[in-house]
């Protein structure tokens, strides 16, 4: 059984860094790709980052440069490392675990498990 569970959301004031959390059972990396998705209120879900199984990654134009997604295979634990960040990166982050082939899409819809959410608040 897949189970996720994100942590390190907060409020931070605009151009300052935030790193988050996401706790996996074991064994998932085995046998899903990860990754990290948003969700600003009256918006549809955005794909972030996502992670191969070689750890190669695919990125949102919105977050590329500023956003990165690492992986301690010894710890199980996924991580979402966000530098300056911005008012427009307010939302709730959520890890997900996918075996589609096509995890470079970024597609929420191919994303078959998903944490219950940590929240980033970002003021001016």
């Known amino acids: 059984q897949v189970q996720l569970e994100e942590s390190g959301g907060g409020s931070v004031q605009s151009g300052e860094s935030l790193r988050l959390s996401c706790k996996v059972s074991t064994d998932t990396y085995k046998t899903y790709r990860m990754g990290w998705f948003r969700q600003a209120p009256g918006k549809e879900r955005e794909g972030v980052i996502a992670?191969?199984?070689?750890?190669?990654?695919s990125t949102s134009d919105s977050v590329k440069g500023r956003f990165t997604a690492s992986q301690d295979n010894a710890k199980n634990t996924l991580y979402l490392q966000m530098n300056s960040l911005k008012p427009e990166d307010t939302a709730m982050y959520y890890c997900?675990?996918?075996?589609?082939?096509?995890?470079?899409?970024?597609?929420?819809?191919?994303?078959?498990?998903w944490g219950q959410g940590t929240r980033v608040t970002v003021s001016s």
């Open positions: 997900a675990a996918t075996s589609s082939l096509k995890w470079y899409l970024r597609r929420d819809a191919d994303f078959n498990y």
């Open positions: 992670i191969g199984s070689n750890g190669s990654t």
